[in-house]
């Protein structure tokens, strides 16, 4: 059965479940970075033009099944006001009688009747913003029960969460089997922009590799290589690479236990793996007077290797300015910190100047998004993906159980 997309004129006077990735990072209590938040508003807006409800759902961080106020979703509320330019209430009881739209955090406990009967009072185009849904247990065990409750709430559901649709939870498997299910716009381009990548990509495709664990990479890595002509690895990653080879990586953060999977990589996809030729390296403290440049067969014992070198740069570039597909996924060094993040940035500089016309490009991972955002190049990517571990996933050939609900 195929998915049913969210169009301008499928919805018009409905109350709509919207299921959004709004899993951010807070600092002192506010939205640090508000790119899943900005990537929902115009499905938001697409469904107040419909003169529709919209109950927003999500969950923030990995509360153990009750409510904690760190993880509360107030301050995601509060930013998704000032953004639409709404006036924010919040309330645990009574939904307040207003004619003009408003955006209405609701604190209260979803499981009981008089709150569900309270969330039947919102008017057209307001916007009510639920507590996080991970402060009940049903939501992470993908429980029936708790998926009846939340359908009662509302006439249809959308599905905007692609971040979290690799994840087994009631707000995106278990309630389509009790709403009408759409998948929305944002999720409609995740699913084409990365199908774009898995079926027929352009050649040359280059894959860029990077973070510290290969363990939630790997099957990605097997899946895209069969198609891909080149896979660049850099960041930790590569330091698995050098170990399997019996190289010293000192203090290096290294995934030891997956050392066989770089091995069975290397064997695999010998011909098209391309590893750094030099890299850039330190002691534990950092101190400005023990960065040195050094060949991965030089690296002390007391070093860490914090970035890839000059001319590691210049090796993954010559590959992807030949490239007419891209994808990248992970850092290729400890880039919040100068000068550690030159290769990140020169190399999101190249894959920006070659996106939207010259190559397909794809990014996704939250550190990979920042990255390409502080090197000024995250307009110029064609698909910037609001999943990692998704994303991943999906680039693997898994099935995602969210997307699958939708079917």
Not at 198 to 204: A, F, G, N, T, V
Not at 288 to 309: C, F, H, Q, W
Request: glycine share 8%; net charge positive; hydrophobic share 40%.
């Amino acid at each position: 059965m195929a998915i049913s997309f969210l169009k301008s004129s499928t919805l018009k006077n409905k109350t709509v479940l919207l299921r959004a990735d709004v899993n951010v990072p807070l600092d002192n209590g506010k939205v640090a970075d508000d790119f899943r938040i900005v990537s929902i508003l115009p499905t938001v807006k697409l469904l107040q033009k419909g003169g529709n409800k919209i109950i927003l759902c999500g969950h923030l961080g990995r509360p153990k099944g009750e409510p904690e106020e760190k993880y509360s979703l107030k301050p995601v509320a509060k930013h998704l006001a000032d953004l639409l330019n709404l006036k924010f209430i919040e309330t645990d009881h009574k939904i307040p009688d207003y004619q003009i739209p408003h955006l209405i955090f609701y604190s209260g406990r979803i499981l009981e009747e008089k709150h569900q009967r309270q969330l039947k009072n919102i008017h057209a185009r307001d916007i009510v913003v639920l507590e996080n849904l991970r402060f009940y247990p049903g939501e992470k065990e993908n429980d029936a029960v708790f998926a009846k409750h939340l359908s009662v709430l509302a006439d249809v559901y959308v599905n905007e969460a692609f971040g979290v649709d690799h994840r087994k939870a009631s707000s995106v498997s278990a309630i389509t089997k009790y709403l009408k299910s759409y998948a929305g716009p944002l999720l409609e381009k995740e699913i084409k922009g990365l199908d774009a990548v898995l079926k027929k990509p352009k050649k040359p495709f280059v894959v860029l590799m990077g973070g510290i664990k290969i363990s939630d990479k790997v099957q990605t890595m097997e899946n895209l290589g069969k198609n891909a002509d080149k896979i660049l690895v850099g960041g930790g990653i590569a330091n698995l690479f050098f170990l399997a080879k019996e190289l010293e990586v000192g203090l290096s953060k290294v995934e030891k236990e997956a050392v066989k999977t770089a091995w069975q990589l290397q064997r695999n996809f010998k011909d098209k793996l391309v590893l750094p030729v030099d890299l850039v390296v330190a002691n534990e403290n950092m101190d400005k007077n023990s960065i040195r440049v050094t060949t991965p067969y030089e690296i002390g014992k007391k070093e860490m290797v914090l970035d890839a070198g000059p001319k590691t740069i210049l090796e993954f570039a010559k590959h992807l300015k030949t490239a007419k597909t891209i994808v990248w996924n992970g850092p290729l060094g400890l880039f919040e910190k100068k000068p550690f993040h030159h290769a990140t940035f020169a190399l999101a500089r190249l894959i920006g100047g070659r996106g939207k016309g010259i190559a397909y490009t794809v990014i996704g991972g939250g550190e990979t998004v920042d990255a390409a955002r502080q090197a000024g190049q995250e307009d110029y990517i064609d698909h910037v993906s609001t999943g990692g571990g998704a994303m991943l996933e999906y680039l693997a050939g898994k099935k995602l159980p969210g997307i699958e609900a939708l079917k």
